[in-house]
T-cell receptor, first 112, second 118 residues
């Protein structure tokens, strides 16, 4: 099925470990986004990529890095995980129109 | 910066009844888009309904409709004939138009958890 694919779906990390969350979309969308969802705080934008080759910080970028590998793929890296990064992470994409996003199914990350 | 406020953390409705979820937003712009997303326990984010600010007519999608009050900056979601499958977290979201030159970033409210009872 067409859409946004995120891997992994679940992950447990120890404090200080690193990992990369992968995201790929097959809809030929230009823009891609990474959000985190925390209880009582809604979804907050971490980083986004308006088009291939560009990335920009969102509302909560500290502790994260991103790579727009090509038009399809947008990865999120945690270099040194901290318990405060325990969250559900969503990748999303959108096209050059004014409709909403297509979301991935999310990654539940726990940092112990 | 735009902000979106959902003042009802939790709501409850009986099956077949009608419920209204509230959303207010703050913006200095005249043109924008508003959305309601549903997040069931599966965690998937599902677009429920979309409203363009330049349209005076309220959007409707089957049992879902909105009450868009531009002057009051209010965007409420009405769910009619509620069903058990409507139980979910609902998020209101705001987005600037693409012609403003910004990436189409969505700003979300904190969500309202809707419980549907028999």
């Amino acid at each position: 099925n067409a859409g946004v694919t995120q891997t992994p779906k679940f992950q447990v990390l120890k404090t200080g470990q690193s990992m990369t969350l992968q995201c790929a979309q097959d809809m030929n969308h230009n823009s891609m986004y990474w959000y985190r969802q925390d209880p009582g705080m809604g979804l907050r934008l971490i980083y986004y990529s308006a088009s291939e080759g560009t990335t920009d910080k969102g509302e909560v970028p500290n502790g994260y890095n991103v790579s727009r590998l090509n038009k399809r793929e947008f990865s999120l890296r945690l270099e040194s995980a901290a318990p405060s990064q325990t969250s559900v992470y969503f990748c999303a994409s959108s096209d050059l129109d004014d409709y909403g996003y297509t979301f991935g199914s999310g990654t539940r990350l726990t940092v112990v | 910066a735009q902000t979106v406020t959902q003042s009802q953390p939790e709501m409850s409705v009986q099956e077949a009844e009608t419920v209204t979820l509230s959303c207010t937003y703050d913006t200095s712009e005249s043109d924008y888009y508003l959305f309601w997303y549903k997040q069931p326990p599966s965690r998937q984010m599902i677009l429920v309904i979309r409203q363009e600010a330049y349209k005076q007519q309220n959007a409707t999608e089957n049992r879902f409709s909105v009450n868009f009050q531009k002057a009051a900056k209010s965007f409420s979601l009405k769910i009619s004939d509620s069903q058990l499958g409507d139980a979910a977290m609902y998020f209101c979201a705001y987005r600037r138009p693409l012609y403003t030159g910004t990436a189409s970033k969505l700003t979300f409210g904190t969500g309202t958890r809707l419980q549907v009872t028999l």
